[in-house]
Nanobody, 127 residues
Framework: QVQLVESGGDSVQAGGSLRLSCAVSGYSVSSNCFGWFRQAPGKSREGVTAFWTSGANTAAAVYAPGRFTISQDNAKNTVYLQINRLKYEDTGMYHC????????????????????WGRGTQVTVSS
């Protein structure tokens, strides 16, 4: 059974940083592709950043470079999202998701391409 469990969300002030974790069981981090998505109240789920080759090449939303960084620890079977210089508009539920890699960067940020999802961890940024 595949399980993804996110943690690390918090209420922080604008300008702060957070590191979110996604602990994975039943699915190998080293041989599959993972991404981070977020959903703000009243909005659709959107891709933040994701690997499109396992642990190597990444795709990112236009607002992500320089602030959002995805990484993974194969030994711990865990995926991370480092968020720096948090902004009020970063508020939302952050989800980790997993899929088999297809080697295509264009699909990496599309939620419908992912088979497995965690329940999410809440990030709230106050201005």
């Amino acid at each position: 059974q595949v399980q993804l469990v996110e943690s690390g969300g918090d209420s922080v002030q604008a300008g702060g940083s957070l590191r979110l974790s996604c602990a994975v069981s039943g699915y190998s981090v080293s041989s599959n592709c993972f991404g981070w998505f977020r959903q703000a109240p009243g909005k659709s789920r959107e891709g933040v950043t994701a690997f499109w080759t396992s642990g190597a090449n990444t795709a990112a939303a236009v607002y992500a470079p320089g602030r959002f960084t995805i990484s993974q620890d194969n030994a711990k079977n865990t995926v991370y999202l480092q968020i720096n210089r948090l902004k009020y508009e970063d508020t939302g539920m952050y989800h980790c998701a997993a899929r088999r890699c297809d080697g295509a960067s264009a699909s990496a940020l599309l939620p419908e391409r992912y088979q497995y999802w965690g329940r999410g961890t809440q990030v709230t940024v106050s201005s």
